[in-house]
């Protein structure tokens, strides 16, 4: 049986796109195990898959001053000799690295063992993680365009993002009826991200009468940030975060706030939803956000708004624009060349998989 290590963790968006990957990985044979950290977020997603899991140290990477920059590298060192033993100890045919600071010790130790690495950047430019794997992949899948040149050596491949085959399955009646939605007004999905996003809530709430008047509102929140005050609200519906039901909500929704995360914009192109993308600002993030959505409102899939710029009105003149025109930008994304990226991956996980075999 052919065998097959993933990692990446951090985060919701290093962890679920390999959950994507894991259908056809199995049905095309593969035995698949999981190196990930003892806290992280990727421990309870994938032990929840009943994927064998294991444990290694990770320093966290940090483009800032931090007193933990002087003892996480001596971390990090462990982690890649934990790394290396249980490759030795499974054997795999490949490794699938999907970034994040815990992915940069299992990359390397699979490089130390003569297996060859896949990664995956989501993100229009590397983020610092895969920066400092590449040297040590065979391949780098990437997701945009534009971003094949930005991987060394004639290592990128476009192969777009991987997708959940559940995200596409979702029913549009249950989603309203999960919501208590019981009139027929347009509904809008706000997501701000696995975390939430308590710029863009607070923005939100400010004008929610407004919206109300105009749709139904799914309000992803984020962990501790529900308002009890609109708990009652007629046509208000929020939640801090979704799992199972997701893809009936995101089935429900006619438009879309989002932040600019690649992978919740590949699943809004996927289902064809209308949306106003607010990205990260420079001053909380490298700006990845901002590049990915400029690639999308540059192929009419998104409507954009600097968070600098986001206040109450332009809010509300954005999405009576989007609505609008939400036509025009279906139309856009339903003759999108850009595809689910399950299917290339897989087929670059198969070519170098074999070559080990």
Do not use: W
Not at 153 to 179: A, M, Q
């Amino acid at each position: 049986m052919k065998k097959i290590i993933m990692t990446g963790g951090g985060s919701a968006g290093h962890v679920t796109p390999n959950l994507a990957l894991v259908p056809k990985l199995k049905e095309l044979g593969y035995e698949i195990e999981y190196i990930g950290t003892k806290d992280g977020i990727e421990r309870k997603i994938i032990e929840a898959e009943k994927i064998k899991y294991h444990i290694i140290a990770s320093g966290k990477l940090r483009r800032y001053f931090d007193i933990k920059n002087f003892t996480d590298p001596f971390r990090i060192v462990k982690g890649i000799l934990q790394a290396i033993l249980i490759i030795r100890r499974v054997k795999p045919n490949i490794v699938f690295s999907k970034g994040g600071f815990v992915s940069v010790p299992v990359v390397i130790a699979a490089h130390f063992n003569k297996i060859p690495v896949i990664a995956h950047e989501s993100d229009m430019t590397p983020g610092l993680a895969n920066r400092l794997s590449a040297p040590y992949c065979t391949k780098v899948c990437v997701t945009f365009p534009e971003s094949v040149k930005n991987i060394k050596n004639d290592k990128g491949v476009l192969t777009g993002t991987p997708i959940r085959e559940e995200i596409l399955k979702g029913n549009k009646s249950l989603g309203r009826k999960i919501c208590g939605f019981e009139d027929s007004k347009p509904v809008l999905l706000i997501i701000g991200g696995s975390l939430g996003s308590k710029f863009i809530n607070d923005t939100v709430r400010k004008v929610i009468n407004e919206l109300l008047m105009k749709y139904n509102v799914i309000h992803i929140c984020g962990k501790g940030n529900l308002d009890e005050k609109l708990n009652n609200k007629k046509g208000y519906k929020q939640f801090e975060y979704i799992s199972e039901e997701l893809p009936h909500i995101m089935n429900a929704a006619d438009i879309v706030i989002s932040r600019a995360g690649a992978n919740v914009i590949y699943e809004l192109l996927a289902l064809k939803k209308p949306n106003l993308l607010i990205p990260l600002s420079k001053k909380s993030s490298r700006g990845d956000q901002i590049l990915n959505a400029a690639s999308f409102e540059k192929r009419g899939y998104s409507m954009v708004i600097n968070e600098d710029d986001l206040n109450e009105t332009i809010l509300s003149d954005k999405l009576d624009q989007l609505y609008r025109n939400k036509d025009q930008y279906i139309s856009s994304m339903t003759a999108s060349p850009i595809k689910n990226g399950v299917d290339g991956i897989i087929k670059v996980l198969e070519q170098y998989s074999l070559l080990n075999s």
